[in-house]
């Protein structure tokens, strides 16, 4: 029997995709690549997904694991041998659970984002993961990512918001790591090795992920800032005076908010003309766990003082929740704008906080003198240290002068970010886009040592074989 | 030349113990086990610890990595055939480095967790990790235990703590992992797989901890409760109430703090007599990062209604620094009045919190059926779900008695907790005392598992045999 008909004995030909069926699986959500398969296969839960792994071994088919679609790596597309079998997780969508006083819920790898954040809502806690692709997103696929997002500041990323992982093996066992524990001692680390490793030791089919309270109220502030020095000043002073209710601290360059209102022009920015005009903006939030009051005061407690002491220029405060969304909206519709407006190329980088803003301003000085047109458009999470460090291309620029100049651009960056400890893909990961950059910034033990764990727990190599490592 | 004139050549003969000098260092904490060595190397650095690695790699000589020896399981006591070599870390004790604009610190792993903690506090930041040893443990102990403590509901355990690691592998190499970053996903997650690896994959020597700002004002109070069902309800209230301020929830049952006041009289309960007597108290601290005043405000708005409500029979608040010492003085001191009583058997268990009071219950009921005078002594850390489920055996039974009710009993404990999900080390690792637990718990999948990658990354199985894996 060909793998194929086994698959289809298995989950039923209605969820065994070949061809023209399996063509919209096939492609990344940038576009970048193209893969071809054997066919794309839909399991009903995990029993299903370890029987599929099975067959596959057995066949030594290679195992892509898919959810959303939404990763920026191409960590979820085939190669182009034909080969791979394609797991899709968009049927394992169930809320397993949700246990209140243990404040966890318990969720099929195939759940939306959003649907996981709801679900919680209802119960009246947060699941705090967010991120720009949250209504498609799956949420096995942020697990094997490692996600990250605008509130790790505060709940920490992927890794940290998770207890308990249920994984299928390369072998097609079931751990069933499932614990909704808050500590436990029991032997190695499976289930942070499992999260981030991008399908490559395992296919995640649930996890146990913990809850928090909702806060009672929530204050959002646009700044207007003269340089990406006063948001660091900025962002220490909200540290401090805000502590854990800093939920998130986003900092846009203006270019990137000109562009915004540029290709949105039903966006708007809150402020009238400064001079000087503003280089940077700051999207500051504060979680408050009492009142709406209290969230106020302590608001202007901290933005007033950072005004006298001219770290911000100026400063808008969200006057109600749908200017608050407006803020947010102006911070998440970059990436769209950054589409609309012609290649791009893009870094996902992440510095010591402390050398960030004279990074910024070094590798900026050199690229402006080294690609005259170059255009910068940089945003990011700067309490993580995390940047999205972009730039549009010269206008005028063929499709191959400009892959070289992409090329040369992500070498000089990234080199620079290397020989500042910082790491070349802070939230994004390595897929198949980032092979060659990690074979050539990671040292080669890290690299051995990552390849003997490969190994060990994927003799076979079938799962998710040419991301991550080579 | 044998081994140990390889490491005098190494490390210095002052810093190579065999004889009387090892003696010290072979017997754990708790008294459970003595084991001998071929010596007991004390490296200087780094550099030279992996070169001792390196030494003990080619003549196959096991190696024992220890710390503070204030371990419960006798992870860092070599075993009986005297062919081990003990590598004392108290001699990697500097403070590499603060950035405080970046919130982190870089330690040598034979720094005391106390001198970790004293390094923030004088550049105006808390290093949160704080357990009873914190005087004498050192921090590579504690993130080779995953050591938990009292802050892990806020601030979470030693591994969340973690930014980055250095550590020489099996084979004497280094790993150059101290990246200060709080997102970094280019590959496996190497950092978590050593942390709570318990030496038995390689040497931690150093490691980049993440800071947090001092908190402004503490607020403290020791609360008399009719039962743990009563906790449980509070603990709810306080984390809705307090949010990420609520730092600390601890519970004792009443028979806990009756035998500390009775072994160490000065101390003393700040209850007058109540009827009914309470049968637990809880301790229960906030961390405010506004001002005094906030901090009483906010403790009352919780306090106040949870009295109302009789989920507490009293309340005790602290009125000075002294006296919140003082009510923690009485949780810390619960293990020293227990090894004064006599011989105790103990459980480090942990269970999902909702589970948790029924789990006592029924529990603590089948033991006082079963063993008749047996008294139970049950404390730790609600908001985990982490009990230290403990107790004195009944006066005067024999050694021998003793120990196969222990085993009995903890046989007992174990099954209930294993078959309510629960773990059977929450906080104190597995070492050599709990080997054969975890043999008789964990799936044989995880097992196998974890048995590859050891095999992976200490094929040699020189690191820490015995410990943790069989």
Known sequence: MSLVDALIGCAGAANVLT???????????????????????????????????????QARAPIVPQGGNTGQVAGATPDGTGLAVVINM???NRIRGIDT???????????VLEAVQQAAMQAGRLFPLSLGAQGSCFIGGNLATNAGGTQVLRYGNARELTLGLEVVTPQGEIWHGLRGLRKDNTGYDLRDLYIGS????????????????????????????????????LLNRARGGFGAALTGFEVMSADCLDLVTGVFPEQRLPFGPMHPRPAWYALLELSDSESEA?????????????????EALDVAVASSEAQSAAFWHLRETITLALAAAGPCIKHDISLPVSQLADFVHETDAILR?????????????????????????????????FAAMESAIQALVHDRVHASGGSISAEQGIGQRRVDDLRRYKSPLELELMGRIKQALDPLGIMNPGKVLA
């Not at 296919?203 to 502030?221: D, G, N, S």
């Not at 458009?377 to 063929?398: S, T």
């Open 19 to 57: 061809g023209a069926d399996a063509q919209p699986y096939l492609t990344d959500w940038r576009r970048h690549a193209t893969g071809r398969a054997l066919a794309v296969v839909r399991p009903r839960d995990a029993a299903q997904a370890a029987q599929i792994v099975r067959l596959c071994a």
């Open 90 to 92: 968009q049927r394992l």
């Open 101 to 111: 006083q243990n404040d966890t819920i318990t969720v099929e790898a195939g759940c």
């Open 198 to 233: 991008e399908g490559t030791l395992g296919l995640i089919t649930a996890a146990t992920l913990k809850l928090f309270p909702l806060p009672r109220a929530r204050r959002t502030a646009l700044l207007a800032l003269a340089g990406l020095d006063a948001a660091t000043a």
């Open 294 to 310: 209290h969230a106020q005061d302590r608001f202007e407690s901290v933005l007033a003082p950072a005004l006298e002491a001219s």
């Open 369 to 401: 003198q080294s690609y005259p047109g170059l255009r910068l458009m940089v945003f990011g999470h700067l309490g993580d240290g995390n940047l999205h460090y972009n730039m549009l291309g010269p206008g005028g620029a063929g499709k191959e002068q």
